[in-house]
């Protein structure tokens, strides 16, 4: 029974690590403080939004989190539990409107953002005291012109690793910068979707710039093809030899030969070969000289259909 115990309380543990460590993963991805003429609430509004993203590879239940615009009230606003909606998928969004009015369900803050001074955003953990993310949105937001991650879910970490990976990496060297419709350099107002809209491949452009006329990818595909053939001619060699090995033993051991003999034995060539098999066909004539003659035999059964006894009467016949 102790033992029982231990096990469930261990499995409790367990899964409430788990799901506080995918809790962790969400992160604080796009705001957009002066809503004047962007996207349109469930009610007809326009609001300031605060948008999350899910990094994980699995879905978060964001139910029981807090998000909060002072650091001194971490639990501000509790999002509320039973909603299906606060399970957000992977690498998915969701969208909370910073308009003060909570009683207009779930995802509606009873906070607001300014539009003239800068705006503090956390969200913290279903225990109130764990920071998960947070952001200071900087004073003077322009009208629907919002502010987040240059790629979704992106830390200072990835954006370096990028920049190191891909030095023609057209996003910027800014982890947080501003998306604006108006201006036509890729980076627009995206609630509820991905914050940069990939309308180019960047390794397919890094290919035609780098290689274009596919010298490179050919040099490339080639010595992988002949590395493959070069590879399999050493195994097959290689195993060639231990067969010939392998039948050096047999000889030596059947015919209790010395290694050189056996060798020899072994390695006759083709010709003595065929010439022991002539031999061996004369010598025994084991083929079939007769496959195609057609051999008949007398029987040697005495049956006789006259004598058979199926050909009598089965039943007597009755006078008339």
């Not at 879905?59 to 999002?79: E, R, W």
Request: glycine share 8%; proline share 3%; hydrophobic share 40%.
């Amino acid at each position: 029974m102790k033992h029982k115990l231990i096990t469930g309380l261990s499995l409790l543990f367990l899964a409430f690590g788990l799901q506080a460590q995918r809790t962790t993963s969400m992160k604080i991805n796009e705001i957009l403080v002066v809503n004047e003429d962007n996207f349109v609430d469930d009610y007809g509004s326009r609001h300031s939004w605060i948008e999350l993203y899910n990094a994980s590879p699995g879905t978060v239940n964001v139910a029981g989190c807090y998000l909060t615009d002072d650091l001194k009230k971490p639990k501000k606003y509790m999002i509320p539990k039973g909603d299906v909606l606060t399970q957000i998928k992977p690498r998915q969004h969701a969208l909370f409107w910073a308009d003060g009015i909570p009683s207009r369900g779930t995802f509606h803050l009873n906070f607001t953002l300014s539009p003239e001074n800068a705006n503090f955003i956390a969200l913290f953990d279903s225990d109130g005291s764990t920071l998960i993310d947070s952001i200071t949105v900087p004073a003077g937001q322009r009208a629907d012109v919002s502010y987040g991650l240059i790629e979704d879910g992106w830390t200072q970490k990835r954006l370096d690793e990028e920049l190191r990976l891909n030095p023609l990496y057209k996003g910027g060297n800014k982890l947080w910068v501003y998306f604006d419709d108006k201006v036509n350099d890729g980076r627009y107002v995206t609630p509820s979707s991905n914050n940069r809209i990939l309308d180019t491949n960047e390794k397919i452009e890094n290919f035609k710039e780098n290689d274009s006329r596919g010298a490179g990818m050919t040099i490339t595909a080639m010595g992988v093809v002949f590395s493959g053939l070069l590879l399999l001619f050493l195994i097959f060699r290689m195993i060639g030899k231990i067969a010939v090995y392998l039948s050096h033993r047999r000889v030596m051991k059947s015919s209790g030969l010395s290694s050189e003999e056996a060798k020899g034995v072994a390695e006759q060539s083709g010709e003595v070969i065929a010439a022991i098999s002539m031999a061996i066909y004369e010598a025994t004539e084991l083929h079939d000289e007769e496959h195609t003659i057609l051999t008949i035999k007398k029987s040697a059964s005495s049956y006789s259909p006259w004598s058979s006894k199926i050909y009598t009467l089965r039943h007597t016949p009755v006078k008339s």
